[in-house]
T-cell receptor
Framework: ETGVTQSPTHLIKTRGQQVTLRCSSQ?????VSWYQQALGQGPQFIFQ???????GRGNFPPRFSGLQFPNYSSELNVNALELDDSALYLC???????????????FGPGTRLLVL | AQTVTQSQPEMSVQEAETVTLSCTYD???????LFWYKQPPSRQMILVIR??????QNATENRFSVNFQKAAKSFSLKISDSQLGDAAMYFC??????????????FGKGTHLIIQP
């Protein structure tokens, strides 16, 4: 069974640039969630994709957007980067949400983004 | 909105001893899930244990157990026979039962656990 993978592992960008982060979900999972973890903080929910549709979003500006592909891999795009976007970006995959039934989220190793 | 509070930024314990990490949360919902995740220096978030709010029995996974007090909105993690490999950041997380998880996990700020050899 293949776990959640993310690429790249590290990335350096300058303010105003755009970035794309990638995530491959665990085998058999069709739901992907993205989180931002600032230094010394717990992760914060950005959004979730289920079968290529966004089905939940946290309190992040529209500069943060995403996609999910037919193979359930996902991208996180951030436009007009700001210094505060520097963080660890975590992707988590799970089985389809269903009537509140708990689906454990399994996390990838993250992408460390530094905005200068 | 739900909030999760971990009041201990750092805890230290001797190897082989027992340590308890605290977590409280605030919610108006009656059905939800609670989790403890471990994040070692490798950064990968690893599920330690989970608890369904409708279950009165406390969850246990080998050396890890929880004390779930629903009325007090408390969810502490007990680690028995601490091992060097337990050293990590520990995060408490909440997930609403309604909405199928579309609102994601709400995390606390974490507790840094140090294991003294």
């Amino acid at each position: 069974e293949t776990g959640v993978t993310q690429s790249p592992t590290h990335l350096i960008k300058t303010r105003g640039q755009q970035v794309t982060l990638r995530c491959s979900s665990q085998s058999g999972h069709n739901t992907v969630s993205w989180y931002q973890q600032a230094l010394g903080q717990g992760p914060q929910f950005i959004f979730q994709y289920y079968r290529e549709e966004k089905n939940g979003r946290g309190n992040f500006p529209p500069r943060f957007s995403g996609l999910q592909f037919p193979n359930y891999s996902s991208e996180l795009n951030v436009n007009a980067l700001e210094l505060d976007d520097s963080a660890l970006y975590l992707c988590a995959s799970s089985l389809e949400p269903s009537g509140g039934r708990e689906e454990t989220q399994y996390f990838g190793p993250g992408t460390r983004l530094l905005v200068l | 909105a739900q909030t999760v509070t971990q009041s201990q930024p750092e805890m230290s314990v001797q190897e082989a001893e027992t340590v308890t990490l605290s977590c409280t949360y605030d919610t108006s919902e009656s059905d939800y899930y609670l989790f403890w995740y471990k994040q070692p220096p490798s950064r990968q978030m690893i599920l330690v244990i989970r608890q369904e709010a409708y279950k009165q029995q406390n969850a246990t996974e080998n050396r890890f157990s929880v004390n779930f007090q629903k009325a007090a909105k408390s969810f502490s993690l007990k680690i028995s026979d601490s091992q060097l490999g337990d050293a990590a950041m520990y995060f408490c997380a909440y997930r609403s039962y309604s909405g199928g998880g579309a609102d994601g996990l709400t995390f606390g700020k974490g507790t840094h656990l140090i294991i003294q050899p």
